[in-house]
């Protein structure tokens, strides 16, 4: 894909504004496990130099910043308008750790330090193969000695299904002049979901049109949208002098909707683990990864140690194992008995006095792998009751007040039904639950206020009561 595409991407971003989304793969405190998995130690993201490349209107960036004041936090798109946005909401949300530049990556000098951790999610498939080779070339350049970039991609193995009906419909759209979704709903209703063909492809559309035409526009239908296959990533990384550690998230290393069998089927290629990686893709039909990239020189080590694994904070993942052996439930009873906290695994030592800890540091692990365990390089805990005056923090409130979605402890992106931003940019901690209750009952009364305050409160929102 060459840069005859450019003046289209930077007319796309400059006349829509990009959704704003955060993308919790692309978190630091969950990408330093990944590394370490991988046999990299990074600097802890607390007091870390973190870049963001293509970081639209800031909405990933911003909440890290908030999170670790003492990191230094960079953020730079092409599109101006996404640019001012970034620095609008941090200055409405008083945050002085971050700074947004809107430049070209292929002229984009960041100056000073190099930095511990380079994120660019949603960008190496939408630009040019120009643009894609320069962030390569950029990452290597400007990463610290033991720092990771963390970039997302598309999959050709995926998305050689998706990209078919994508030209069927741009096809069909010149003839007939339609819209995009009418014509996504007459190419589905063509298809025979009786016959294994027909019913994928209504499978594949159906995916699409859930999407909705905003996201359509600047992801199946993208003036780029360039899917790669994982060797030829690797390969250009290599090239450039990176090196491939490992996926964001450790249960995708191998990916998780492959089953048991499957995973055994892969045993003789046990040898040959790119290719093994291209099958896994090949047999999932794998669209999207995210994965961690370090310099070919950095100080790597063989991966993580029994000792690494108690240096890791732990949670329970949203599936529990069945027919684990007693040590094994007993580790999952103890994990869900802190949830929703994210604890030091040492605590979870400490909780099981009698569990070998040998025993325990290969259980956490394999939960890691399988995604039973997720995994953080920083404790977190939070009470999951609403507080007498919920108070959402700063950035939450401004962009509450923006109607924009929040960001979770997680950094999972919520969004809200227009009417329940009223309610969430009152909470600035003068007002009680029942207050809110009553202003809710006023301006949206289909909204149930107890189970919502307690939803969120679940989710970390709220800033804890003054002691
Ligand atoms: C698909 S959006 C992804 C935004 C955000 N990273 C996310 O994942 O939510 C791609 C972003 O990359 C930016 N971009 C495209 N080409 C660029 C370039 N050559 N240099 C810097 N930014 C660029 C666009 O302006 C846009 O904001």
Redesign the pocket.
Do not use: E, K, P, S
């Given at each position: 894909m060459q840069s005859s595409a450019d003046p289209l991407?930077r007319q796309l971003?400059q006349n829509h504004s990009?959704p704003a989304?955060s993308?919790p793969l692309a978190d630091p405190a969950v990408t330093a496990v990944a590394a370490r998995l991988g046999g990299l130690t990074s600097a802890h993201p607390r007091q870390a130099r973190i870049l963001e490349?293509?970081?639209?209107s800031g909405h990933?960036l911003l909440p890290l910043a908030k999170r670790w004041p003492q990191s230094e936090c960079i953020g730079?798109?092409?599109?101006e308008k996404?640019i001012t946005d970034a620095r609008q909401l941090a200055a409405a949300a008083g945050i002085v750790n971050a700074t947004f530049h809107a430049?070209?990556?292929?002229e984009f000098d960041p100056g000073g330090e190099p930095f511990d951790y380079i994120i660019a999610?949603?960008?190496f498939s939408?630009?040019p193969d120009e643009?894609k080779l320069a962030l390569l070339d950029f990452c290597r350049r400007h990463l610290a000695p033991a720092g990771i970039a963390t970039v997302s991609f598309n999959l050709a193995a995926g998305w050689a299904h998706r990209l078919p009906v994508v030209a069927m419909a741009r096809d069909l759209q010149q003839v007939t002049g339609g819209g995009l979704i009418e014509t996504l709903h007459l190419l589905r209703d063509t298809s025979d979901g009786t016959t294994p063909h027909g019913g994928h492809v209504r499978w594949i559309i159906d995916d699409m049109l859930a999407k909705g035409p905003d996201i359509l526009a600047?992801d199946d239908f993208g003036p780029v949208n360039d899917p790669w296959p994982f060797d030829q990533f690797v390969l250009a990384a290599a090239r450039a002098g990176l090196r491939w550690l490992g996926e964001s998230d450790p249960a995708e290393n191998i990916p998780s909707a492959l089953g048991n069998s499957s995973r055994a089927a892969l045993g003789p290629l046990a040898a040959h683990p790119l290719h093994a990686q291209l099958a896994a893709d090949f047999a999932i039909g794998r669209t999207f990864r995210s994965g961690v990239l370090c310099r070919d020189d950095a100080p790597t080590h063989p991966g993580l140690t029994s000792d690494g694994v108690f240096n890791l904070a732990v949670r329970a993942g949203e599936v529990t194992p069945t027919g684990t052996a007693p040590l094994g439930n007993t580790f999952y009873q103890t994990l869900a008995a802190f949830a929703p906290a994210c604890v030091p695994m040492l605590e979870i030592l400490a909780a099981m006095p009698d569990a070998d800890r040998n025993a325990l540091a290969r259980l956490a692990f394999d939960g890691i792998n399988r995604g039973y365990i997720r995994p953080r390089i920083e404790p977190l805990r939070f009470d999951p009751r609403p507080p007498e005056r919920p108070c959402l923090n700063p950035l939450l409130l401004a962009c509450a007040r923006r109607n924009l979605p929040l960001v979770d402890v997680w950094h999972m992106p919520c969004a809200f039904p227009a009417g329940h931003y009223q309610i969430l940019a009152a909470m600035d901690g003068t007002r009680t639950c029942t207050e809110l209750a009553a202003l809710a009952h006023a301006r949206c009364p289909e909204l149930a206020v107890e189970p919502w305050l307690l939803h969120l409160a679940g989710r970390g929102f709220f800033v804890p009561d003054e002691a």
């Open positions: 991407v971003y990009y989304m993308h490349i293509g970081c639209a990933n730079m798109d092409l599109t996404a430049a070209d990556l292929r999610h949603g960008f939408w630009v643009a600047f």
